[in-house]
């Protein structure tokens, strides 16, 4: 299978009490039953009005509910949620409090996937349940999602809190052994999620920790505690400052609002507003923590805090740790590193200008950061392809805007290939249905990938999904490679790591699929060497191709000359110790690829190339003529007529480039100059011409 190189370098909620109970067991599940603590009856209830049965949602097939989840409408509901809806809804939830924590599931969660894993979130401080407001909308379309409620005067320890959760996830997955159970702990639910797993390492539990309570004992509350004690109820000092950490900053606030685009009218009057609210929010503060809940909480910190840390030793489970810049209850940042080099399996994404309660900010999508870090699974085993969820159109405008300025300057043209031979100007000649697979050559540190991608998806709506290298998706830590969170966008628009399993799924689900066979040694290549093709020998790809009828379109990419030229390659780093060592560690610690052949294809060492920029030219792209495999399985079994195939698709790999390296002579705008000059007159917006067709 062939290898690419660094591909894209460059509503309300439904409480499990009272009348509107919908209920979930807390460690045994029927319907219409609650399980509370062992010790507890089992009580008949009735769904509320328009509730279904927990597990008797609507059925969508997967294509309706990919599709449905490839909508704007959820995002826009995201953005609706705000604080007011945490501090609203607590107060509804608290007024009827009472009797030991249990589960709820939120109403406006919905219909999911098919299959999809169940979700349990550990609260923190607050105890509330009702942390990932902003989120359950979205996560509903992904998870089944439970949330712990721990009432305001229950005084249940910290070890029967494990006890509880422990139950559930043991009889969920007696349940559903083939499924991974996800825990969602922010603070104090982070130390809970972390026991839980280091007492059950057998069980599948893949964890979400938004800024664990682990090292509580560096925390500035602790100076609070013996302060607490002497406190009378109405002198709650505390939780001014803890409001100050759940509301944040005024200012990146409106910064956010920004963002989003709200209109400046409405940007500036929801700062009083929300300072006006300030007050209505430190009342239901009050209910949520009086002084001795408070006090209690801050003591259930201290030793759950003790008991995760020395569990870390047992925990087995896959973890994802979001850390905090500006947490002032924990040290967040630091506490991560520790957390990760302790355990095995983790993760970090850092969030330099959030405070302590992360999913409560605005500008965190809690599934975008799951989507991006590829952290979504449905059975025991990542599935790149049908785990995959694509961006939504705000999703994938958020990943795009910040690059659109690239598109600016190299100001890319593309022609395509209609059925009869004619170049045209656009991506016309491009199928619209897929399985379609695009073969063509790496430039220069793979930096054509970033028009390409855009292109397609604005002009056509088409989601290129690059067949990347596996060192953008898992490696061993250390060295000098960047870090994973630098491809996070990559992976969220579909990347997938090379591998022949992930070919053949790509082109059985029809997808769009982008191959480089030249690998890192194409987009790495030495002095001298641009538009020089580094193709195995052997044909890679043109008989899975050829079992599912896909069209393979061979392209060609120039204009790499034009933005920069090597000036010290890998031959020149090898000749120095430090740099020599350097590549040697990085390459070791990344899937070493195409181990098994020879020649120059086979040198995947990864390394940056010293390289001096020019004046900005332009990128031409070209893509060819569509060759149909359908029809021909049969014919490209035999070794002889595949390598035919192989060797055609190469050489207009080549033709491609021969064309446009000619053509572009003819550009009067190749040069970014002129072209600035064409917009100027023309406006920034307008397409700027190109060489007669």
Same mark, same amino acid.
């Given at each position: 299978?062939?290898?690419?190189?660094?591909?894209?370098?460059?509503?309300?909620?439904?409480?499990?009490?009272?009348?509107?109970?919908?209920?979930?067991?807390?460690?045994?599940?029927?319907?219409?039953?609650?399980?509370?603590?062992?010790?507890?009856?089992?009580?008949?209830?009735?769904?509320?009005?328009?509730?279904?049965?927990?597990?008797?949602?609507?059925?969508?097939?997967?294509?309706?509910?990919?599709?449905?989840?490839?909508?704007?409408?959820?995002?826009?509901?995201?953005?609706?949620?705000?604080?007011?809806?945490?501090?609203?809804?607590?107060?509804?939830?608290?007024?009827?409090?009472?009797?030991?924590?249990?589960?709820?599931?939120?109403?406006?969660?919905?219909?999911?996937?098919?299959?999809?894993?169940?979700?349990?979130?550990?609260?923190?401080?607050?105890?509330?349940?009702?942390?990932?407001?902003?989120?359950?909308?979205?996560?509903?379309?992904?998870?089944?999602?439970?949330?712990?409620?721990?009432?305001?005067?229950?005084?249940?320890?910290?070890?029967?809190?494990?006890?509880?959760?422990?139950?559930?996830?043991?009889?969920?997955?007696?349940?559903?052994?083939?499924?991974?159970?996800?825990?969602?702990?922010?603070?104090?639910?982070?130390?809970?999620?972390?026991?839980?797993?280091?007492?059950?390492?057998?069980?599948?539990?893949?964890?979400?920790?938004?800024?664990?309570?682990?090292?509580?004992?560096?925390?500035?509350?602790?100076?609070?505690?013996?302060? $607490? /004690?002497?406190?009378? =109820? *109405? %002198?709650?000092? @505390?939780?001014?400052?803890?409001?100050? +950490?759940?509301?944040?900053? &005024?200012?990146?606030?409106?910064?956010?609002?920004?963002?989003?685009?709200?209109?400046?009218?409405?940007?500036?009057?929801?700062?009083?507003?929300?300072?006006?609210?300030?007050?209505?929010?430190?009342?239901?503060?009050?209910?949520?923590?009086?002084?001795?809940?408070?006090?209690?909480?801050?003591?259930?910190?201290?030793?759950?805090?003790?008991?995760?840390?020395?569990?870390?030793?047992?925990?087995?489970?896959?973890?994802?740790? $979001? /850390?905090?810049?500006? =947490? *002032? %209850?924990?040290? @967040?940042?630091?506490?991560?590193?520790? +957390?990760?080099?302790?355990? &095995?399996?983790?993760?970090?994404?850092?969030?330099?200008?959030?405070?302590?309660?992360?999913?409560?900010?605005?500008?965190?999508?809690?599934?975008?950061?799951?989507?991006?870090?590829?952290?979504?699974?449905?059975?025991?085993?990542?599935?790149?392809?049908?785990?995959?969820?694509?961006?939504?159109?705000?999703?994938?405008?958020?990943?795009?805007?910040?690059?659109?300025?690239?598109?600016?300057?190299?100001?890319?043209?593309?022609?395509?290939?209609?059925?009869?031979? *004619?170049?045209?100007?656009?991506?016309?000649?491009?199928?619209?249905?897929?399985?379609?697979?695009?073969?063509?050559?790496?430039?220069?540190?793979?930096?054509?990938?970033?028009?390409?991608?855009?292109?397609?998806?604005?002009?056509?709506?088409?989601?290129?999904?690059?067949?990347?290298?596996?060192?953008?998706?898992?490696?061993?830590?250390?060295?000098?490679?960047?870090?994973?969170?630098?491809?996070?966008?990559?992976?969220?628009?579909?990347?997938?790591?090379?591998?022949?399993?992930?070919?053949?799924?790509?082109?059985?689900?029809?997808?769009?699929?982008?191959?480089?066979?030249?690998?890192?040694?194409?987009?790495?290549?030495?002095?001298?060497?641009?538009?020089?093709?580094?193709?195995?020998?052997?044909?890679?790809?043109?008989?899975?191709?050829?079992?599912?009828?896909?069209?393979?379109?061979?392209?060609?990419?120039?204009?790499?000359?034009?933005?920069?030229?090597?000036?010290?390659?890998?031959?020149?780093?090898?000749?120095?110790?430090?740099?020599?060592?350097?590549?040697?560690?990085?390459?070791?610690?990344?899937?070493?690829?195409?181990?098994?052949?020879?020649?120059?294809?086979?040198?995947?060492?990864?390394?940056?190339?010293?390289?001096?920029?020019?004046?900005?030219?332009?990128?031409?792209?070209?893509?060819?003529?569509?060759?149909?495999?359908?029809?021909?399985?049969?014919?490209?079994?035999?070794?002889?007529?595949?390598?035919?195939?192989?060797?055609?698709?190469?050489?207009?790999?080549?033709?491609?480039?021969?064309?446009?390296?000619?053509?572009?002579?003819?550009?009067?705008?190749?040069?970014?100059?002129?072209?600035?000059?064409?917009?100027?007159?023309?406006?920034?917006?307008?397409?700027?011409?190109?060489?007669?067709?």
């Amino acid at each position: 299978m062939a290898a690419t190189g660094a591909c894209f370098i460059a509503g309300g909620f439904l409480p499990m009490f009272g009348r509107d109970m919908k209920s979930i067991a807390g460690g045994l599940r029927t319907n219409f039953s609650v399980s509370i603590r062992p010790s507890a009856v089992f009580t008949k209830q009735t769904p509320a009005p328009g509730v279904t049965e927990r597990g008797r949602f609507e059925k969508m097939s997967e294509a309706d509910m990919i599709s449905k989840h490839f909508d704007n409408s959820d995002v826009a509901k995201l953005e609706q949620r705000s604080l007011k809806d945490y501090f609203e809804q607590s107060k509804d939830l608290i007024r009827s409090d009472g009797g030991p924590p249990r589960w709820f599931s939120p109403l406006e969660c919905g219909s999911r996937l098919d299959s999809s894993p169940l979700l349990l979130f550990l609260p923190g401080i607050d105890g509330v349940g009702l942390g990932l407001i902003l989120h359950h909308q979205r996560l509903g379309k992904l998870f089944d999602i439970w949330c712990l409620h721990i009432p305001v005067e229950d005084r249940t320890t910290f070890t029967e809190l494990v006890k509880l959760v422990e139950r559930t996830v043991r009889s969920e997955n007696y349940r559903s052994p083939n499924k991974p159970i996800y825990l969602v702990g922010e603070s104090l639910g982070g130390c809970l999620a972390l026991a839980v797993a280091a007492r059950n390492p057998d069980i599948d539990l893949a964890l979400i920790l938004a800024n664990p309570a682990t090292s509580f004992s560096k925390s500035p509350l602790q100076s609070l505690m013996p302060l $607490l /004690s002497l406190m009378p =109820d *109405k %002198l709650n000092f @505390s939780l001014p400052f803890i409001l100050s +950490l759940i509301t944040g900053d &005024p200012l990146r606030m409106a910064i956010t609002n920004a963002e989003k685009g709200l209109p400046l009218q409405q940007r500036v009057g929801e700062l009083p507003q929300g300072l006006v609210a300030l007050p209505s929010y430190l009342s239901v503060l009050f209910d949520i923590l009086p002084r001795e809940t408070l006090l209690w909480k801050l003591k259930m910190l201290r030793s759950a805090s003790a008991f995760a840390n020395s569990r870390l030793h047992a925990v087995k489970a896959e973890i994802l740790i $979001l /850390s905090s810049g500006k =947490d *002032k %209850l924990l040290s @967040s940042q630091e506490e991560c590193e520790r +957390l990760c080099h302790t355990l &095995p399996n983790c993760e970090i994404r850092k969030f330099t200008d959030s405070g302590h309660f992360l999913f409560l900010e605005d500008g965190v999508d809690l599934v975008t950061i799951i989507k991006g870090v590829s952290f979504y699974r449905r059975a025991k085993y990542l599935d790149y392809i049908l785990d995959y969820i694509p961006p939504t159109p705000s999703e994938f405008k958020n990943v795009a805007e910040p690059i659109r300025w690239f598109n600016s300057i190299t100001c890319p043209v593309m022609l395509s290939t209609l059925e009869d031979g *004619k170049i045209v100007k656009g991506l016309a000649g491009i199928p619209s249905e897929g399985p379609t697979l695009f073969v063509g050559y790496h430039m220069l540190l793979g930096i054509e990938t970033i028009p390409l991608v855009l292109q397609f998806m604005d002009e056509r709506n088409i989601l290129l999904r690059g067949i990347a290298h596996p060192m953008l998706f898992k490696r061993s830590s250390g060295g000098s490679l960047p870090d994973l969170s630098r491809f996070d966008t990559i992976r969220l628009v579909g990347a997938v790591p090379v591998s022949g399993t992930n070919f053949y799924k790509l082109m059985s689900s029809k997808s769009h699929a982008l191959l480089y066979p030249g690998g890192v040694r194409e987009a790495v290549h030495r002095k001298g060497e641009e538009y020089k093709l580094f193709w195995p020998e052997q044909s890679e790809f043109v008989r899975i191709a050829a079992r599912f009828g896909a069209k393979i379109i061979p392209f060609g990419v120039v204009g790499e000359d034009d933005f920069g030229q090597v000036v010290i390659d890998y031959n020149d780093l090898m000749m120095i110790p430090y740099f020599r060592d350097q590549i040697e560690e990085n390459t070791k610690k990344a899937v070493k690829l195409r181990t098994g052949i020879s020649g120059e294809v086979a040198n995947q060492d990864l390394h940056t190339p010293g390289i001096l920029p020019k004046l900005p030219g332009r990128f031409y792209y070209l893509f060819g003529k569509p060759i149909e495999t359908e029809g021909r399985k049969q014919e490209l079994r035999e070794k002889e007529k595949a390598h035919e195939l192989y060797l055609h698709v190469k050489s207009e790999v080549e033709s491609c480039l021969a064309y446009l390296k000619e053509k572009r002579e003819s550009d009067p705008y190749r040069n970014i100059l002129p072209r600035l000059f064409y917009q100027a007159t023309h406006g920034f917006t307008s397409d700027v011409p190109t060489f007669e067709l």
